[in-house]
């Protein structure tokens, strides 16, 4: 396919964006933080300014985009949007090692690192940065300290700044977060699919795959969108996911007390899971002063496990179609018996081929139950995580914690 519009692009980018910005957004790999956290700065400053410079200009760049699908006109007429994959669950539950996983079979194709901040753009960036100079990369460990390797190329949860724009309510903490099946709005749901049609263009590409935690809450918008979609939800141990949420949150926090711009960037970026800056997933707005009320991390994360995963439960049982087009995975299954999980995880997409058997012995023994940090809770607080989530853990099939 020719790159239409590419003159008309590189002449706009020379223009506008200063070359120092440009630079930091091609080179640097992470969304949000990226830099060893034995530094004072945690956050690239290349990436920090282009990321406000687009934040500031969305009305810019959410015209820039409707442009770009103008121009490539025809050539998006014959990309059908079929059977996309969304992966999606409370945070810590395995969700970017899926999407790893499933990122790697020849028809999928999602965001990457380096998509991240003109994420509007997705089919001229891409040819953009094919003619940079850009140097190769050493995967690198990514800011969360969890063992996951990275480079610019690895998929990431990008799309949620596209959800942001178009639903000013998405993160607000007085406000449900729930997007059913009656939910309309016909400007984004035009917008959103010429974006998956240009990405599975410029990727060349037959399969959408978006990892996104927040789209717990919106499947059922979503299946309205794609009826022929397939979830994967990802699921975990109240008491180890809750020690895992924590520890990210004080992660990042600590970093943010010595770089200020830290909980800035993760909000820019659509991630409010952890630091100074989060808001809970809230299914009603009613529940919005339980957190508020919470007095330590412990009761927040475990509210918030109990709050999402009791929402998806009831959903599910009330809706079959919802229910066929899910399919939930335990962690401590993906861990155990990864062979089979991932088996079953391709078979649930329909992917459930040569490709995909050659996916999972490569990296069947590449998973494990973390051990890089203790799930060492006090007696109370054990007991608090075990009163706040228990009945939805038994609905799980967790009948220990």
């Known amino acids: 396919m020719a790159f239409p519009g590419f003159g008309e692009l590189r002449k706009w980018i020379v223009r506008t964006i200063r070359p120092s910005i440009l630079n930091g957004i091609a080179q640097l790999p992470d969304v949000a933080i990226f830099v060893s956290s034995n530094k004072a700065s945690h956050v690239p400053a290349g990436l920090h300014r282009a990321s406000r410079l687009v934040a500031a200009t969305t009305g810019l760049w959410k015209a820039l985009g409707n442009l770009e699908t103008r121009i490539l006109g025809s050539d998006l007429d014959g990309i059908e949007i079929e059977k996309p994959v969304f992966v ?46 850009l140097p ?9 300290r969890d063992r996951l ?11 949620e700044v596209l959800w942001m724009r178009f639903f000013p309510e998405a ?48 499947l059922e918008y979503l299946l309205k969108l ?12 109240p008491s180890q996911q809750v020690a895992s949420l924590i520890k990210q949150h ?26 100074p800056g989060r808001c809970p997933i809230l299914i009603d707005d009613r529940q919005a002063p339980d957190y508020q009320e919470k007095s330590g991390d412990v009761a927040w994360y475990a509210q918030q496990w109990a709050d999402v995963y009791d929402f998806l439960h009831t959903r599910l049982q009330a809706n079959p179609a919802l229910k066929s087009a899910c399919f939930i995975i335990r962690y401590e ?9 991932l088996q079953a995880v391709f078979q649930h997409l329909d992917l459930d081929d040569e490709a995909s058997e050659e996916i999972i ?29 228990g009945r939805t853990a038994e609905l799980l099939g967790y009948h220990d914690d």
């Open 333 to 341: 299954d993906l861990c155990s018996e990864t062979r089979h999980s």
């Open 149 to 159: 390797m990275i480079t610019p190329d690895s998929p990431e949860a990008i799309e």
């Open 226 to 237: 794609f009826p022929d979609a397939r979830f994967v939800i990802p699921v975990r141990k």
């Open 171 to 218: 993160h607000k903490a007085r406000r449900s977060h729930v997007l059913a099946a009656d939910n309309d709005h016909p400007q984004f749901e035009n917008y959103y699919r010429d974006h998956i049609r240009k990405l599975l263009a410029v990727r060349k590409r037959q399969r959408y795959l978006a990892k996104n935690n927040y789209h717990v809450t919106r």
């Open 88 to 133: 999606s669950g409370l945070a810590r539950s395995g969700s970017t090692i899926l999407t790893e996983i499933i990122s790697r079979h020849p028809d999928t194709g999602c965001h990457h690192y380096s998509d991240f901040p003109l994420t509007w753009t997705p089919y001229w960036w891409n040819r953009l940065r094919e003619r940079l100079p």
């Open 361 to 389: 012995a490569s990296r069947a023994s590449t998973i494990s139950t973390p051990d890089y940090y203790e799930c060492d809770f006090s007696t109370e607080d054990a007991a608090l995580i075990r009163a706040l989530t």
């Open 250 to 275: 004080r992660l990042f926090s600590e970093q943010d007390a010595t770089d200020p711009r830290v909980s800035r960037q993760l909000q820019l970026a659509g991630h409010f899971e952890f630091g």
């Open 136 to 144: 190769e990369r050493e995967p690198v460990e990514r800011a969360h």
